[in-house]
């Protein structure tokens, strides 16, 4: 039962009949989650209600302490409940004891009067109190009348990528997967169409929507982009994409469609997501969309980087390396994972090259040396163990160290770079976070 005094789900018998079904189905829905994990403030990015379908949504506190969880419906342009017209809906609120999971029917979470017609938007779900309130899951199940059902899973809000205006492609977010039937003539009936549903949170967002086609393997445009322009809490249906960009009549198959931040407010929230709906059954396959390279310096897929001088945040740090001492900076992986790094000229004299004068070996949160050492300069790809082998399965701290080659008992070559200049660049496949300094220490490699 939703904690709510007022405000209860209107009784008609056709939408306690879906709810019925719903409740009882055979079926066991699937209560898919996103992989970044739980939040104390998830959004559902699609939900529905109405009487031929209803989202479930599915809750569970997987923590030792009891929570509440209030819920905020943001309703699409174009429905009774936009929040465009009549602003966002606020809901009613879920207490959850210790590691219990509930469902609650988007109906009785936020009852938004108009049952016998449509409402679809997206749902924000927050816990209060602060970082003694423990983080949530949530997701949805939408069902229909007929018992087909799909899945809509739930996201943390920090999940949420705004997407990019540059480089073009390499950091867009998208939708894979997309296809459908431009008819000919327009009236003949299809079997299936692509839709996407855009939303902003607390900021304006502007976005450009491309379909593209890389089954060539090159990037190709396909129709005409599509703007789109969203004010602070409300959600646009891009509904039957094809017609929208303009394509001739042919079937589509194997679409992307990419989401392009224009500015100036590229660095607002999008919640972005795409289907592909059975019109006999209205059934849609919804995907959120994800970008392959992140705004987010935690998991960078480009090189970072060490240096002499050293940016942190926007904090300039001066780090020497004299001879007989060794510099260690520290990043995070997420491995399994593949990585390199390697010596390069300092940003102070990039005209000098100190490779072959300096070396590097890069150590695992256990401390062990998994690649480099004495002599190196280069790691070359190498692979950071499997998932257990390191930390327990745990994503922590790596760190990399830099050295002048030789040692006291050797004696150091006379490389006549500048003293205490050094460079080093670090990659992975799965994301690397920003270098950050650590106290420097004795060489001994």
């Not at 209860?8 to 056709?14: I, K, N, T």
């Amino acid at each position: 039962m939703v904690d709510k005094k007022k405000n209860r789900c209107p009784g008609l018998p056709a939408l306690m009949l879906l709810a019925v079904g719903l409740l009882t189905g055979s079926l066991s829905p699937a209560r898919a989650t996103s992989l970044d994990g739980a939040g104390r403030i998830v959004i559902v990015p699609y939900v529905v209600s109405g009487l031929d379908r209803e989202s479930m949504i599915y809750f569970t506190n997987p923590s030792s302490l009891a929570i509440r969880i209030f819920g905020s419906y943001v309703g699409a342009d174009g429905t009774p409940m936009a929040a465009s017209a009549v602003g966002v809906r606020i809901c009613g609120s879920v207490s959850l004891r210790a590691f219990e999971a509930r469902q609650v029917l988007l109906s009785q979470l936020c009852p938004l009067g108009t049952p016998d017609i449509e409402n679809f938007g997206y749902l924000e779900l927050s816990v209060f109190g602060g970082f003694d309130t423990n983080p949530f899951f949530a997701s949805g199940v939408v069902s229909t009348r007929s018992g087909d059902r799909f899945t809509v899973e739930g996201v943390p809000v920090g999940a949420l990528d705004p997407g990019t205006v540059s480089p073009f492609r390499r950091s867009t977010l998208r939708v894979l997967g997309l296809e459908g039937t431009v008819p000919n003539p327009p009236t003949a009936l299809v079997e299936k169409v692509p839709h996407c549903y855009l939303g902003a949170r607390g900021e304006d967002k502007d976005v450009s929507v491309q379909l593209m086609d890389y089954t060539s393997g090159s990037a190709r445009a396909v129709g005409n982009p599509i703007t789109v322009r969203l004010r602070r809490w409300t959600m646009v249906k891009l509904g039957n994409l094809l017609a929208l960009a303009n394509l001739p009549p042919q079937g589509y198959s194997n679409l992307t469609a990419e989401f392009y931040a224009l500015p100036p407010t590229e660095g607002a929230d999008l919640v972005a997501g795409c289907s592909v709906e059975t019109l006999a059954t209205r059934t849609e396959d919804f995907r959120i969309a994800t970008t392959p390279e992140p705004k987010d310096r935690s998991r960078s897929r480009s090189p970072v980087r060490g240096d002499t001088r050293l940016f942190v945040g926007s904090a300039k740090v001066a780090i020497l390396m004299n001879q007989g001492t060794k510099v260690r900076l520290a990043f995070y992986l997420r491995h399994e994972d593949r990585a390199r790094c390697w010596i390069v000229p300092s940003v102070l004299v990039p005209q000098e090259n100190p490779a072959p004068w300096q070396e590097l070996r890069v150590l695992s949160p256990d401390g062990v040396v998994v690649a480099g050492g004495s002599g190196i300069s280069d790691t070359g790809t190498f692979a950071t163990g499997l998932k257990n082998q390191v930390s327990q399965g745990v994503n922590g701290r790596w760190m990399v160290e830099v050295s002048w080659r030789g040692t006291p008992a050797t004696g150091y070559p006379n490389s006549g770079l500048t003293p205490g200049a050094f460079g080093v660049l670090c990659e992975s496949t799965s994301g690397i976070s920003a270098m950050l300094p650590l106290n420097s220490a004795t060489d001994d490699f």
